[in-house]
């Protein structure tokens, strides 16, 4: 089992940045490819950014590119999610999320998720 719980959230003004952070227990972190995902009201979960074990690979998804980072500490079993730029559109409950097998954009590849974290951007 993975726990995983995230903080950082809260209400910023359009251009302001937030720092998402996902603090994982119960095995080892590094062992676990992670993702970001979010959902915003009335639409469907979907995929923000995603972070091999070693923290070697990342991916984005276009519309977060040049904007979003993730990012790792391993020895801290963290995970985060640099947010700057920040557009109304990227309001939502974001969840991170733990998987075995490898960096993944799909929601269902990944096993353990987080109770969420909300994002509101003002325009």
């Known amino acids: 089992q993975v726990q995983l719980v995230e903080s950082g959230g809260g209400l910023v003004q359009a251009g302001g940045s937030l720092r998402l952070s996902c603090a994982a227990s119960g095995r080892t972190f590094s062992n676990y490819a992670m993702g970001w995902f979010r959902q915003a009201p009335g639409k469907e979960r979907e995929f923000v950014a995603t972070i091999s074990g070693s923290g070697g690979f990342t991916s984005y998804t276009d519309s977060v590119k040049g904007r979003f980072t993730i990012s790792r500490d391993n020895a801290k079993n963290t995970l985060y999610l640099q947010m700057n730029s920040l557009k109304p559109e990227d309001t939502a409950v974001y969840y991170c999320?733990?998987?075995?097998?490898?960096?993944?954009?799909?929601?269902?590849?990944?096993?353990?998720w987080g109770q969420g974290t909300q994002v509101t951007v003002s325009s």
């Open positions: 999320a733990a998987n075995r097998v490898r960096p993944a954009s799909t929601g269902r590849t990944y096993d353990y």
